[in-house]
């Protein structure tokens, strides 16, 4: 039963997305065009920060840490 | 005698009570020939509004406008890509394009319009312009039609949905009837003078019927006399530059309908816009005209007229006319009253926001309105003194050009006025003015507490119910279709372009069953579209609508 609820409020929520981005106005093929764009665009972001937010996380971390008191003379680390 | 209630907001009333049976509906009595109004707490203005003017213009939150640019500009996003695609031939074009041999010439459909047409409007095209194969009653049957090209072409299937409601006809007090027995007398005259006058006005247009409904429609009206006229649009556009010319003043208010627009273009008088029902910047106005004159030669102005109307039909609002004419009395402006949505579907009587506000049907100088809307003809009025009537009859183009008002339309009017006034011999008409309000007040009630914006007067018929986001225009007057509910959607350009919404005309044929079929649709399909934006409602604040519960022990 949850997953019948679930399926509901996911197609719900799919149909708000249709009607506030337009796509529910739109052919078809606008539509499979429009959809391709957006999730390649989100495709793009995730990955982007699958790869890059470690990284600045690390960096803020060290900035921090370097900050609160002067502990890392010898301590540079290598990010590779 | 000790009357505990002898003293009230420091005034004595100690008469109020022998008076009692004396007192007028809007509650002003004489007394030494001195008129006396029940003051009240908390009514604006001082003693100007007898009643209270609630008016509603709430302002959806943020994200909702954001959302709504966000919709609009995937739409031009998207029409810029099938315009490209049809200039480059690798999309059909369907709509108006120049010949080949004017390829050179000034481009005709280049303008935001034609783009917004083309791209935007068509997707939607088929919530408009829906034929219907019955009497526009409180509900009627619609002919079936599909696409199969996205609305670039339609064809009917044939099938014809029965008995839709009907919430978007201006079908006010219901008297868009067929009932063989109300529509007698329209039959006889029918037989007597078939349908085509043939003529205008002043040849051989003007039948003793015109004559009969001219003083029905003054004594109506509370005035000296009226003219009938066969149009409502040409009502306003035709006789407003009879009224005006070059050298006069047109001060006409942010939102009015294009008839009266046209009107004052056409008469060639200057024309200043004031915000809308906002009397600070109409007094401004006023004043600059007064103290400046003409533009380049300061004289003062031949006239200066106000163009107001009595309920704005996109809306719901209804002009604060007691602060309208005691500003015109103060600067010496004429006064032009459309009450083409408001005659019949306000004031005590059915007779207009005249008498909705207990005023005196002298103080406007212009009364106009149109038969459309709450008599179920066809055509308009303009009534007021004799001099000005009189005028009108040598002078206005629609007199001397226009072919007059048809006798069975003219007596269709007549035997609506009669009803309205209680000359048939029934209470029938005002029962339908009351009818009109409880469902008007009922239905907006409804609708605020679910949750919904509405704009305009709580006592307005037009009630309309903001939308705001492009994809739900269409969204919304598709399932209300399905579920068997015929409503009126409005977009861009007659609205802003934020603010897209969907018109009911609320009827006093309408049962209470009808509307709570709609209501409950609006319901579902409110929670289904996310169309609930209100912060001040029932809905959001429930812990302010509690009622105390007692706790009764057994």
Request: glycine share 8%.
């Amino acid at each position: 039963m949850d997953i019948k609820n679930l399926k509901n409020y996911l197609y719900w929520l799919f149909c708000q997305f249709e009607l506030i981005t337009c796509s529910y106005l739109m052919e078809p093929w606008e539509k499979v065009l429009f959809y391709t764009f957006n999730i390649a665009m989100l495709f793009m972001v995730l990955y982007t920060a699958y790869i890059y937010v470690p990284i600045h996380i690390s960096t803020a971390f060290q900035f921090c840490l370097h900050l609160l008191g002067n502990q890392h003379e010898n301590a540079v680390s290598i990010v590779k | 005698m000790a009357n505990p209630n002898a003293v009230c907001n420091g005034h004595l009333h100690h008469h109020h009570h022998q008076k009692q049976n004396n007192l007028l509906k809007s509650g002003i009595y004489k007394k030494n020939g001195i008129t006396k109004g029940m003051k009240k707490n908390g009514v604006s203005n001082g003693t100007l509004y007898k009643k209270t003017f609630i008016e509603h213009f709430e302002q959806a939150p943020m994200y909702v406008a954001v959302l709504t640019f966000l919709g609009f500009g995937v739409g031009t996003v998207f029409g810029y890509l099938r315009d490209f695609m049809r200039a480059w031939g690798l999309e059909k074009r369907h709509i108006a394009a120049e010949r080949e041999q004017q390829k050179d010439f000034v481009p005709l459909y280049q303008d935001f319009e034609n783009f917004y047409t083309r791209n935007l409007y068509m997707r939607i095209r088929d919530n408009w312009n829906r034929p219907i194969c019955s009497v526009p009653g409180p509900q009627f049957d619609l002919m079936e039609r599909v696409t199969d090209d996205y609305n670039w072409t339609f064809r009917f299937t044939g099938r014809i949905i029965k008995n839709v409601i009907n919430m978007g006809s201006y079908n006010y007090l219901g008297f868009a009837e067929t009932d063989v027995n109300a529509l007698k007398t329209v039959t006889i005259e029918l037989q007597k003078y078939g349908t085509g006058i043939c003529s205008t006005r002043q040849e051989m247009g003007t039948l003793d019927k015109h004559v009969e409904l001219e003083k029905l429609v003054a004594k109506f009206l509370g005035v000296e006399d009226a003219m009938v006229f066969g149009m409502g649009f040409a009502t306003n556009s035709m006789n407003i530059p009879a009224l005006v010319g070059k050298g006069c003043l047109i001060l006409s208010d942010e939102l009015n309908h294009t008839s009266l627009v046209l009107g004052a273009r056409l008469s060639g008088a200057t024309i200043r816009i004031f915000k809308h029902n906002n009397m600070q910047s109409l007094e401004k106005l006023l004043r600059d005209a007064i103290i400046y004159g003409q533009p380049r030669s300061h004289r003062a102005w031949r006239k200066i007229i106000i163009l107001v109307e009595g309920i704005y039909s996109m809306e719901g609002s209804i002009v604060r006319l007691p602060e309208i004419v005691s500003l015109k009395k103060k600067y010496k402006a004429y006064l032009y009253l459309d009450e083409a949505h408001s005659i019949g579907a306000v004031g005590a009587s059915g007779r207009g926001v005249v008498e909705y506000f207990g005023m005196n049907p002298d103080d406007v100088d212009v009364l106009m309105g149109t038969f459309t809307k709450s008599f179920g003809a066809a055509g308009g009025y303009i009534a007021g003194k004799k001099d000005l009537v009189d005028f009108l009859r040598t002078h206005s183009h629609s007199a001397v050009y226009a072919t007059s008002m048809c006798p069975a339309v003219a007596e269709q009017i007549i035997r609506a006025m009669k009803c309205l006034m209680g000359q048939d011999g029934t209470t029938q008409g005002l029962q339908r003015v009351r009818q009109l309000g409880k469902n008007t007040r009922y239905f907006r009630r409804r609708l605020h507490e679910m949750g919904f914006i509405i704009y305009g007067n709580d006592d307005s018929p037009v009630v309309p119910l903001l939308l705001y986001m492009p994809g739900k225009i269409g969204a919304f007057a598709r399932r209300m279709l399905e579920k068997n509910i015929g409503v009126v959607v409005v977009g861009f350009p007659a609205t802003p372009i934020t603010e897209s919404r969907a018109r009911f005309c609320v009827s006093a044929a309408h049962t209470r069953e009808m509307l709570d079929t709609v209501l409950n649709a609006l319901d579902e399909l409110g929670d289904f579209l996310q169309l609930k934006y209100s912060r001040y409602s029932k809905a959001s604040h429930p812990e302010l609508y509690e009622e105390t519960r007692l706790e009764l022990e057994d």
